[in-house]
């Protein structure tokens, strides 16, 4: 067979699909490990395999999906971990001789990396890192990432892979909902950049969708990567028939879309839940007839897309100027510099949001105050700066060991700034932002200075470039700053700053940044300077600046170029900004100056996620005479109805959601405090429980932590837990709902049996259900009471049906 990237190159080829439905059918107990077949029933694996090489497969995938040791350690199958994945990958082998590639599954952990969960990123990476080596060495093909959730722990996965091996095709696919985000906040574009920059093969999505769901998404990613994209629909959503759990979608309904995946640059079309060796005959068949070589363009080119966990910008050609907000950095800054010392976030917070209220596209991150450990606090305000806005990061630090510990924490493709022309700089920044897939600003000046002309200036910026192409970083991941230089004691430098922008955009296609505000330095009045000379670098063509976004004369400055140079599109932002106003006046309107209350003050807390500071204003509430009562009621709720109602909008994400859950605990541990013991009145009585032969207890988690914020005494029994055990601790508890969660295809027809006992045993109790493959329609075909999609829809909907509103 020709090696796979050629393949891909010259035809789109057909992946299997689902494993767990067929092994479940073959054989495969409740409960049971997936994985443990290869060694128990290594045969029943390999005829699973030998159907969908029949039906026309191309590639083939292992049974190894959950072949991490978080999964196995479920199972206590951890120590067995190589033997698994290395007879999965030649079970495989044996069936496909030369027919097919091997694919090798790796799936997610089930667990959250920090800041959102409590695993680190070295753990993340390193469980993933075991798995590929065993995958790896037993000779698999290529590696499909699949299903993951968290766009971060599925960066540290692909991060693991190419640890262990720089050359094995990487396949990395997202699960999206019907709103077109994961689950933790993550549009198609951030995923499609963060994967593509951290060194992913093809990308794509599977499962959660149909085939005209996943076609929505990869059009999204497409406008993003030039990679060829992977398409992996589920066969429909599913349904309960007879008792059975099916997927309705037909073979025809499958291939519906090929025309217009093949088009979008899709190289291999595969299934999902549901998929049978039909399906993929018929796919393959569909396929026959519509081949065409793949036609790869570095599109788009000249733009460095950078990303964050829930948000996406792109730098350079006719896009905006980029507004990259400098205030979060201790120069001069005694508060900012004490808190650091302190280990504090509180200013990050409030400067990173309110920098992007202001109009910062992106976030420069500076720690370095002299005697802070600066890798340690890095790390600090990369995780507050990711949960405070969608913002994509800048990381500014002269230290390796600080932005190594950065670009682990951060969610997506940053932006590192800087490394100069000179080749201490050059040999430790440039491996980091290859390994980590950033992009980096390269700052024109080296052991000799800054020079004097702007062709000295191109001379460094060639040589950073050059040197950033055999660390493999592609030239639209590098940005010039091309160094503002203070007019007031280098006057004519101010003009050769300008000609290096226009020079490094002509002779070398490079985006270009400046730090504008320096050039007033020692100068009266010096927005009216810095905002001249602003407008005079976008017009020479600057793609990025370095500013503070609350300066009103330069952001009127690059409001008005933006019109000027026609990246405004029907001056759209600009009338957005000003309307109402006359020119001139301030485009964002004084507040009344009238203090907040302490109840506002509480409420904020919460919806900022301002864990280290809510228990002092609990402290200053009980000052002023508020019972804990009225803290909890009048403060806390308030705040969590709001992150509700932008949870809603799409304006918060999970990670923020859960931000502002941790904060409102640790005020409730305060005011556990000073009730002595009493408890809080509950709002009901919720039993939550994972049903049996399922492993997957993340959403079921979130879920348990968000009704008990909003009141209601909540009874966790944990994952896998018989029909049987739920019964009986829904007697003993004598409980208002049921909450019953499932990630799996292959449990979900569970919930139907528990559902069925409980009425059974004359429990009268209402009962509800979620998880990813669980749908309304399911929900009603089982008798549950209600569906929630996510955590705070289950949270609204218990409390509507309990008749607990506020």
Same mark, same amino acid.
């Given at each position: 067979?020709?090696?796979?990237?050629?393949?891909?190159?010259?035809?789109?080829?057909?992946?299997?699909?689902?494993?767990?439905?067929?092994?479940?059918?073959?054989?495969?107990?409740?409960?049971?490990?997936?994985?443990?077949?290869?060694?128990?029933?290594?045969?029943?694996?390999?005829?699973?395999?030998?159907?969908?090489?029949?039906?026309?497969?191309?590639?083939?995938?292992?049974?190894?999906?959950?072949?991490?040791? +978080?999964?196995?350690?479920?199972?206590?199958?951890?120590?067995?971990?190589? @033997?698994?994945?290395?007879?999965?990958?030649?079970?495989?082998?044996?069936?496909?001789?030369?027919?097919?590639?091997?694919?090798?599954?790796?799936?997610?952990?089930?667990?959250?990396?920090?800041?959102?969960?409590?695993? $680190?990123?070295?753990?993340?990476?390193?469980?993933?890192?075991?798995?590929?080596?065993?995958?790896?060495?037993?000779?698999?093909?290529?590696?499909?990432?699949?299903?993951?959730?968290?766009?971060?722990?599925?960066?540290?996965?692909?991060?693991?892979?190419?640890?262990?091996?720089? $050359?094995?095709?990487?396949?990395?696919?997202?699960?999206?909902?019907?709103?077109?985000?994961? !689950?933790?906040?993550?549009?198609?574009?951030?995923?499609?950049?963060?994967?593509?920059?951290?060194?992913?093969?093809?990308?794509?999505?599977?499962?959660?969708?149909?085939?005209?769901?996943?076609?929505?998404?990869?059009?999204?990613?497409?406008? !993003?990567?030039?990679?060829?994209?992977?398409?992996?629909?589920?066969?429909?959503?599913?349904?309960?028939?007879?008792?059975?759990?099916?997927?309705?979608?037909?073979?025809?309904?499958?291939?519906?879309?090929?025309?217009?995946?093949?088009?979008?640059?899709?190289?291999?079309?595969?299934?999902?839940?549901?998929?049978?060796?039909?399906?993929?005959?018929?796919?393959?068949?569909?396929?026959?007839?519509?081949?065409?070589?793949?036609?790869?363009?570095?599109?788009?080119?000249?733009?460095?897309?950078?990303?964050?966990?829930?948000?996406?910008?792109?730098?350079?050609?006719?896009?905006?100027?980029?507004?990259?907000?400098?205030?979060?950095?201790?120069?001069?800054?005694?508060?900012?510099?004490?808190?650091?010392?302190?280990?504090?976030?509180?200013?990050?917070?409030?400067?990173?949001?309110?920098?992007?209220?202001?109009?910062?596209?992106?976030?420069?991150?500076?720690?370095?105050?002299?005697?802070?450990?600066?890798?340690?606090?890095?790390?600090?305000? !990369? +995780?507050?700066?990711?949960?405070?806005?969608?913002?994509?990061?800048?990381?500014?630090?002269?230290?390796?060991?600080?932005?190594?510990?950065?670009?682990?924490?951060?969610?997506? *493709?940053?932006?590192?700034?800087?490394?100069?022309?000179?080749?201490?700089?050059?040999?430790?920044?440039?491996?980091?932002?290859?390994?980590?897939?950033?992009?980096?600003?390269?700052?024109?000046?080296?052991?000799?200075?800054?020079?004097?002309?702007?062709?000295?200036?191109?001379?460094?910026? *060639?040589?950073?470039?050059?040197?950033?192409?055999?660390? /493999?970083? #592609?030239?639209?991941?590098?940005?010039?700053?091309?160094?503002?230089?203070?007019?007031?004691?280098?006057?004519?430098?101010?003009?050769?700053?300008?000609?290096?922008?226009?020079?490094?955009?002509?002779?070398?296609?490079?985006? $270009?940044?400046?730090?504008?505000?320096?050039?007033?330095?020692?100068?009266?009045?010096?927005?009216?300077?810095?905002?001249?000379?602003?407008?005079?670098?976008?017009?020479?063509?600057?793609?990025?600046?370095?500013?503070? #976004?609350?300066?009103?004369?330069?952001?009127?400055?690059?409001?008005?170029?933006?019109?000027?140079?026609? %990246?405004?599109?029907?001056?759209?932002?600009?009338?957005?900004?000003? %309307?109402?106003?006359?020119?001139?006046?301030?485009?964002?309107?004084?507040?009344?100056?009238?203090?907040?209350?302490?109840? @506002?003050?509480?409420?904020?807390?919460?919806?900022?996620?301002? %864990?280290?500071?809510?228990?002092?204003? !609990?402290?200053?509430?009980?000052? @002023?005479?508020?019972?804990?009562?009225?803290?909890?009621?009048?403060?806390?709720?308030?705040?969590?109805?709001?992150?509700?109602?932008?949870?809603?909008?799409?304006?918060?994400?999970?990670?923020?959601?859960?931000?502002?859950?941790?904060?409102?605990?640790?005020?409730?541990?305060?005011?556990?405090?000073?009730?002595?013991?009493?408890?809080?009145?509950?709002?009901?009585?919720?039993?939550?429980?994972?049903?049996?032969?399922?492993?997957?207890?993340?959403?079921?988690?979130?879920?348990?932590?968000?009704?008990?914020?909003?009141?209601?005494?909540?009874?966790?029994?944990?994952?896998?837990?018989?029909?049987?055990?739920?019964?009986?601790?829904?007697?003993?508890?004598?409980?208002?709902?049921?909450?019953?969660?499932?990630?799996?295809?292959?449990?979900?027809?569970?919930?139907?049996?528990?559902?069925? *006992?409980?009425?059974?045993?004359?429990?009268?109790?209402?009962?509800?259900?979620?998880?990813?493959?669980?749908?309304?329609?399911?929900?009603?075909?089982?008798?549950?009471?209600?569906?929630?999609?996510?955590?705070? @829809?289950?949270?609204?909907?218990?409390?509507?049906?309990? /008749?607990?509103?506020?």
């Amino acid at each position: 067979m020709k090696p796979f990237r050629e393949a891909i190159q010259e035809r789109v080829l057909i992946l299997d699909g689902a494993m767990g439905t067929m092994l479940q059918e073959r054989g495969l107990k409740p409960g049971q490990s997936p994985e443990e077949l290869n060694l128990t029933m290594p045969e029943v694996v390999a005829s699973v395999h030998r159907d969908y090489i029949e039906a026309g497969a191309d590639i083939i995938i292992t049974n190894t999906f959950g072949g991490t040791r +978080f999964k196995l350690s479920h199972y206590g199958l951890e120590s067995r971990l190589a @033997e698994i994945n290395s007879r999965a990958v030649e079970i495989a082998r044996k069936e496909a001789r030369g027919m097919a590639y091997v694919g090798a599954s790796i799936g997610p952990t089930g667990q959250f990396v920090e800041q959102v969960g409590e695993v $680190t990123f070295d753990d993340m990476k390193g469980a993933f890192r075991e798995q590929a080596e065993a995958l790896v060495g037993a000779g698999a093909d290529l590696i499909s990432l699949e299903t993951f959730l968290d766009i971060k722990e599925c960066r540290a996965a692909v991060i693991a892979i190419r640890e262990v091996s720089a $050359t094995i095709p990487i396949i990395a696919m997202l699960t999206f909902d019907d709103n077109g985000r994961s !689950v933790l906040g993550t549009p198609p574009e951030s995923a499609a950049i963060t994967l593509t920059a951290s060194g992913a093969d093809l990308v794509g999505s599977n499962c959660g969708l149909g085939v005209d769901g996943i076609y929505d998404i990869l059009s999204k990613m497409r406008h !993003v990567t030039h990679l060829p994209l992977i398409s992996q629909a589920n066969a429909g959503l599913p349904l309960l028939k007879d008792g059975v759990t099916i997927f309705p979608g037909t073979p025809e309904e499958m291939t519906a879309y090929h025309d217009r995946l093949i088009a979008l640059g899709v190289r291999i079309i595969g299934g999902c839940c549901g998929t049978t060796p039909t399906h993929i005959r018929a796919m393959k068949e569909a396929l026959a007839q519509r081949q065409q070589p793949w036609q790869a363009e570095e599109k788009p080119a000249g733009i460095t897309f950078l990303s964050s966990r829930s948000g996406w910008t792109a730098v350079g050609r006719q896009n905006k100027t980029a507004i990259i907000g400098e205030r979060i950095n201790p120069t001069g800054k005694k508060v900012y510099s004490q808190e650091l010392h302190e280990g504090k976030v509180a200013y990050i917070r409030q400067e990173a949001m309110e920098q992007a209220r202001m109009g910062a596209t992106l976030l420069d991150i500076n720690v370095g105050a002299p005697g802070v450990d600066e890798p340690a606090a890095m790390e600090r305000a !990369v +995780f507050c700066a990711s949960a405070a806005t969608g913002i994509p990061l800048v990381l500014d630090s002269s230290s390796p060991a600080a932005l190594e510990r950065g670009l682990k924490a951060a969610d997506g *493709k940053v932006l590192i700034n800087s490394v100069s022309g000179e080749v201490k700089s050059l040999s430790k920044v440039l491996p980091l932002a290859k390994k980590y897939g950033a992009a980096v600003i390269g700052l024109t000046l080296d052991a000799k200075g800054i020079p004097d002309s702007a062709e000295g200036r191109l001379a460094i910026a *060639k040589r950073i470039r050059n040197a950033a192409r055999r660390q /493999g970083i #592609p030239d639209h991941d590098i940005i010039i700053d091309c160094l503002t230089l203070t007019v007031s004691a280098e006057q004519k430098r101010a003009a050769e700053t300008l000609r290096t922008i226009s020079l490094v955009k002509e002779k070398l296609g490079l985006s $270009t940044v400046l730090g504008v505000s320096n050039i007033s330095f020692g100068l009266p009045q010096r927005p009216i300077i810095s905002s001249a000379f602003f407008s005079m670098a976008m017009a020479a063509g600057l793609d990025a600046a370095i500013i503070n #976004p609350r300066d009103k004369a330069m952001m009127d400055a690059w409001r008005s170029a933006m019109v000027l140079l026609n %990246r405004d599109h029907q001056a759209a932002a600009y009338i957005e900004a000003y %309307r109402g106003e006359q020119a001139g006046s301030e485009s964002v309107r004084p507040d009344s100056g009238l203090p907040l209350s302490i109840r @506002e003050r509480l409420t904020q807390a919460v919806i900022s996620g301002d %864990r280290d500071g809510i228990v002092s204003l !609990v402290e200053e509430a009980f000052k @002023e005479g508020l019972t804990p009562m009225q803290v909890s009621n009048e403060g806390f709720l308030p705040g969590l109805e709001e992150v509700g109602r932008r949870f809603e909008k799409n304006i918060y994400f999970l990670p923020q959601v859960m931000q502002s859950a941790d904060t409102m605990q640790a005020g409730f541990v305060r005011l556990k405090e000073e009730m002595k013991g009493q408890a809080f009145e509950s709002r009901g009585r919720i039993l939550m429980a994972t049903v049996e032969g399922d492993i997957h207890d993340i959403g079921k988690n979130i879920v348990c932590t968000l009704l008990e914020n909003h009141g209601f005494e909540v009874f966790d029994i944990g994952k896998n837990v018989s029909a049987a055990t739920i019964v009986a601790k829904a007697r003993e508890h004598a409980v208002d709902a049921v909450g019953l969660s499932a990630l799996m295809t292959t449990t979900m027809s569970e919930m139907n049996n528990v559902i069925k *006992k409980l009425k059974a045993a004359g429990i009268k109790t209402f009962t509800m259900v979620g998880g990813a493959v669980v749908t309304q329609e399911y929900a009603d075909s089982i008798g549950a009471d209600l569906y929630a999609r996510d955590a705070m @829809e289950a949270v609204a909907r218990i409390k509507q049906l309990l /008749g607990a509103g506020d």
